[in-house]
């Protein structure tokens, strides 16, 4: 069985192959991840967090358990507790032995300590193992299945050293086989990206941590190999978790609230982070809502917290609007146009040009902050970026090359529609002409022939057809309409469907000679739609009274 895993600063995210479905799925680890049977993909329910909470030996099997010997073959006892459980540890007073990430201290310094368990000192390295040997125990728990074979993504160009710890720490928790491939590689294959002929691609990852922009040059050799070669890359150390502190600081100053980031002990450290955790549910909530309520709750026990808040406001109306508006003031959206503009300066010194990228892949979930997505769509246009998978991409395309999938064919993931009106209601109707999943290139995939509409009962001398996209269904549960807007897509009875046009300025598919009157009701037109190897959608129209060839092959749009 093909196994991956998306091991974050963050977030780690594990995917296996589903061999039945030709396809990745990701791995719900009940007793750790994030949101265990949710499914809405903003909350990344089923990521594990990268957190640890170390534990000290209980018991002869425990003792025993860590032992080299055994740590390899059995998982006797509990080393840690990890994800979910350790933060829920930790959300008022943060005990001693709690390390919340240890990746970034992984590669660099694996001996720095990140925490202390009974006055002992514990490095980032036995952190790592802890939670990696606690992971594949509770994968083993649930699926009833030991994983020996395991790739595993890491950042582009990262260091050897870094790839040498997790491959040892693998191996000494009896993972037989360890391969790693390129966080950017990942995105491409878990984005359904062919690498069947070369590719540029801009990976654009904006996680918790840090803001990273690379530039990477993917062509099947390589990508069997699990790496790409870098053309250009820029980055910051600008994360979801320093937006969620300016964003809190904007509301504290809006009522009239004093907060102390840099309280590391007491009620005021407390405070800040129930204020923090607030902070993120009123992110995550405008990703949709247009507003939303910003409260303050201290806790009985602070009470000279709530002492202090007399005479301030105690509750805020948070807009998406506010939002941006505090990330503004912070030079977040600057920060985004630098990082782009070193990587187009860095494109120039070798004799490219933005247009020379053929795919923007967005990934991380700070990537969904308001006027993040509409940046990059304006800046590279809306057919390059795709940005419908910001946290399971990575994971999912790891399990694709695990399985040996590293070429796919392309696919669409909408669905396209061409507008109708009812003849008798003259109300919009929505006749689906390409579906999801079509694999493209494609020729005359729905071919029809049509009436045209004769508008207010005059001839019609130009033939007009709208062509909409349509997401909604599957497992994809938002989507962004034509100003950026991110909306809601929802599946089954509660489908909420969005309805995006693309042609609308410019929807004329040919100019009919003679006019068709009004009350014609015979065919006039035969028109068919595909798909080229470009991602455009192409029509041909022919004119079956006049016998000539209005359109044939013509891009009408592109197409996701």
């Not at 840690?80 to 032995?97: K, T, V, Y």
């Not at 984005?191 to 530039?215: E, I, K, N, Q």
């Not at 700070?366 to 940046?375: A, F, G, I, Q, W």
Request: net charge negative; with cysteine.
């Amino acid at each position: 069985m093909a196994w991956a895993l998306d091991l974050g600063t963050t977030n780690t995210g594990v995917a296996r192959w589903d061999a039945e479905a030709d396809r990745a799925r990701m791995v719900e680890l009940p007793a750790i991840c994030r949101r265990p049977g949710r499914v809405e993909p903003l909350e990344a329910p089923r990521l594990v967090p990268s957190a640890t909470q170390m534990r000290a030996p209980e018991g002869f099997f425990d003792r025993l358990g860590r032992s080299p010997f055994f740590l390899k073959r059995v998982f006797w006892g509990r080393h840690a507790d990890i994800g979910r459980a350790a933060l829920e540890q930790n959300q008022g007073w943060r005990h001693p032995a709690f390390a919340p990430s240890f990746k970034q201290a992984l590669g660099h310094a694996p001996q720095r300590t990140l925490c202390r368990l009974e006055g002992q000192a514990v490095s980032a390295r036995e952190v790592a193992r802890a939670f990696l040997r606690e992971l594949l125990r509770d994968i083993d728990a649930v699926t009833a299945t030991r994983v020996r074979d395991l790739v595993v993504t890491v950042p582009v160009e990262s260091y050897d050293a870094y790839r040498a710890e997790v491959a040892q720490l693998l191996g000494a928790l009896g993972v037989e086989r360890v391969r790693f491939l390129d966080e950017p590689v990942a995105a491409a294959l878990g984005y359904g990206v062919g690498l069947d002929r070369a590719r540029r691609v801009l990976v654009v990852d904006f996680g918790g941590g840090t803001l990273d922009l690379a530039v990477v040059a993917l062509d099947p050799r390589g990508a069997g190999g699990g790496h790409c070669e870098v053309l250009a890359k820029e980055g910051r150390p600008v994360g979801g978790n320093v937006v969620d502190r300016w964003l809190l600081e904007a509301f504290a100053a809006r009522m009239d609230v004093r907060v102390d980031p840099k309280a590391t002990e007491g009620d005021e450290a407390l405070w800040y982070r129930l204020l923090l955790d607030e902070t993120r549910r009123v992110k995550e909530a405008v990703y949709f809502e247009p507003h939303t309520d910003f409260g303050l709750a201290p806790p009985a026990e602070l009470r000279g917290v709530a002492a202090r808040l007399d005479g301030g406001r105690c509750d805020l109306t948070v807009g998406r609007a506010d939002v941006v508006a505090a990330l503004e003031a912070r030079g977040l959206y600057a920060v985004l146009d630098d990082c782009a503009d070193g990587i187009a300066r860095q494109l120039e010194a070798a004799g490219l040009g933005e247009d020379a990228i053929d795919e923007v892949l967005m990934v991380g979930g700070s990537t969904l902050l308001p006027d993040v997505y509409p940046r990059f769509e304006q800046r590279y246009g809306r057919g390059r970026v795709r940005a419908w998978q910001p946290f399971e991409a990575v994971a999912f395309g790891a399990c694709a090359f695990a399985a040996d999938r590293v070429a796919p064919s392309d696919f669409l993931v909408h669905d396209y529609a061409i507008v109708t009106y009812h003849p008798e209601t003259h109300e919009k109707q929505f006749t689906t002409i390409v579906p999801r999943g079509t694999r493209f290139p494609v020729d005359d995939v729905w071919k029809r022939q049509l009436v045209p509409t004769c508008a207010l009962g005059e001839p019609e001398r130009v033939f007009k057809l709208v062509v909409c996209e349509m997401a909604g269904g599957g497992e994809r549960r938002f989507a962004w309409d034509a100003e950026g807007n991110l909306h809601r897509v929802g599946d089954g009875a509660r489908a909420e469907t969005v309805v995006v046009t693309l042609n609308e300025h410019n929807p004329t598919l040919g100019h009919l000679d003679p006019p068709h009157p009004p009350g014609e009701t015979a065919p006039r037109l035969e028109i068919g739609f595909g798909v080229d190897a470009n991602r455009w959608l192409v029509a041909t129209v022919f004119d079956l009274q006049t016998r000539k060839m209005l359109m044939e092959k013509a891009p009408v749009v592109q197409v996701l």
